[in-house]
């Protein structure tokens, strides 16, 4: 059986879900920022925030972390080039996941003071940082 292969596929499923989340997330900041502060729709998004990041988004961003420097041992990796892109563009998502987390909390509080267009314009980090990590890894360009 092939361990590598298994690994991998773990792997990409945890990519998805995180993905999934990172593209998400904002998406419901941009709807409880424009929601009226202690209103029901507001509680709502603030449950279904703290859910997604603590039920998907967190344990998927681990998964994703360990077999990632799993996956680069094992096949060797850690001297090619593009690796070391891919590294420091999901060191990215993962301080866009921090900076969400904190942004979530501070929507709870009803301490935000960011607008529904700050959240329309953040929720673009996630792609771009994606279409990055996908050229490296499907294109190897070094």
């Given at each position: 059986?092939?361990?590598?292969?298994?690994?991998?596929?773990?792997?990409?499923?945890?990519?998805?879900?995180?993905?999934?989340?990172?593209?998400?997330?904002p998406r419901l900041f941009v709807?409880?920022?424009?929601?009226?502060?202690d209103s029901d729709q507001a509680r709502t998004f603030e449950i279904m925030e703290r859910r997604l990041l603590r039920a998907i988004m967190n344990p998927a961003m681990i998964?994703?972390?360990?077999?990632?420097?799993?996956l680069a041992i094992w096949g060797g990796w850690?001297?090619?080039?593009?690796?070391?892109?891919?590294?420091?563009?999901?060191i990215g998502l993962s301080a866009a996941h921090m900076y969400f987390a904190r942004r979530r909390?501070?929507?709870?509080?009803?301490?935000?003071?960011?607008?529904?267009?700050?959240?329309?314009?953040?929720?673009e980090v996630p792609t771009l940082l994606m279409i990055g990590i996908?050229?490296?890894?499907?294109?190897?360009?070094?």
């Open positions: 059986m092939d361990y590598y292969l298994w690994l991998k596929s773990l792997h990409v499923m945890a990519i998805v879900a995180w993905m999934a989340g990172l593209l998400y997330l709807y409880h920022a424009g929601a009226p502060k998964v994703v972390w360990i077999t990632g420097v799993t850690f001297k090619s080039g593009w690796l070391h892109g891919k590294v420091v563009l999901v909390r501070l929507l709870a509080e009803d301490r935000d003071d960011k607008t529904s267009g700050f959240y329309r314009a953040l929720n996908v050229i490296l890894v499907i294109v190897k360009p070094f």
